[in-house]
């Protein structure tokens, strides 16, 4: 049987879930009967089932998965959480076969969930498409394993390296990238648990931070503003989203409301300013259980986590435009893992290895 072949279906379906299904992993499911999948599902949204209850739910002939092989991109479940255990369904559903593409780092389950199967006499496969499964997991395995989230580093710089001009007219963000490239940022959003900006591109650009040009959830806002100087009329202190400020002024967490009608909480987190910042705004992230962070800037804020070695990915565009002097882009030193053209500007991602 090609186990690859279901194992890339597991994973489409997972991609379904990213952005959704947090602080649980959005994992991707197929049940297969004679070389013919009967069955499909990944992880609801969080307090929902999981992809292995949603894809037996779906089989229309349950007769047939005692004679079926279920493929997972992680490792099911030995644990009762919000749902029970996927490993005590599929015994109890008596799915001879298990194929799964990576083992679960978290210590509730970390190879319990193959165990208890194996104890049930299950034939089970571990390790198909590994690494793409890990990659897709990645959001997960860094809360697990790092106690921060997954860092993604963003910005856009011209074709002479400047990420800003030094002075400019009007409180509005300057586009260096086109409108495809900004969209895709959207999409981005929309994918990640949080967003965070530091204080001088609040009082320049007065950004909202939102998926405004894409469908999906708006993330979590993390404002750095060490002395509080950020106007509270700035957008992102509308009430429309949960903001956490960083910052190192005693202040008591408030309530904004939106017109009435909405109401978020806006938090404050004292950290010291001295020294390890980005390892301090890290552990406030964990504690508040945010599994991914994009951070958009500006330069001062992406070098700080550049310097403290802080990051797992670079996503860097670089615009048709030439600006001559401005604000030099983050210094940094990595691999580069791929590089893509969109329209007249060029996508470069970057790995911390």
Partial sequence: MNHEKYI???????????????????????????NKIIGEGFTSPYGGPHA???????????????????YVTLEPCSHHGKTPPCAD???????????IGCLDTNNLVGGKGIERLKKAGRNVIVGVCEEACKEHHKRFFTVQNKKRPYIILKWAETKDGFIAPLTKEEQKPVWISNQYSQ????????????????????????????????SGNN???????????????????????????????????DVISNDGEKSHVL???????????????CEVLHKHQIQSIIIEGGAQTLQTFINENL????????????????????VFNAKLSSEEKIDNDILRIYRND
């Fill in 183 to 214: 969209q895709l940022v959207h999409k981005w959003r929309s994918e990640e648990h949080a967003i965070l900006v530091g204080t001088n591109t609040v009082i320049a650009d007065n950004p909202s931070l939102t998926v405004r040009s894409w």
């Fill in 8 to 34: 890339q279906r597991c994973l489409e379906l997972a991609k379904k879930g990213i952005g959704t299904t947090r602080p649980n992993p959005s994992v991707g499911a197929v049940i297969v009967y004679e």
């Fill in 267 to 281: 938090i404050y987190e004292k950290i010291d300013f001295s020294s390890r910042i980005a390892e301090q705004i």
């Fill in 311 to 330: 990051w797992d990915e670079a996503r860097i565009f670089t615009g048709d435009i030439s600006i001559k002097e401005g604000v030099e882009r983050p």
């Fill in 52 to 70: 292995e209850v949603n894809a037996i739910n779906s089989v229309q002939n349950q007769d047939l998965l005692k004679e079926a092989t279920i």
């Fill in 89 to 99: 369904l599929i015994i109890e559903k008596e799915i001879p076969n298990i194929v």
């Fill in 219 to 253: 993330p979590i806002r993390i404002v750095i503003d060490k002395s509080l100087r950020i106007p509270t009329e700035a957008t992102v202190f509308d009430g429309n989203i949960q903001t956490i400020v960083i910052t190192e002024v005693e202040k008591k967490t």
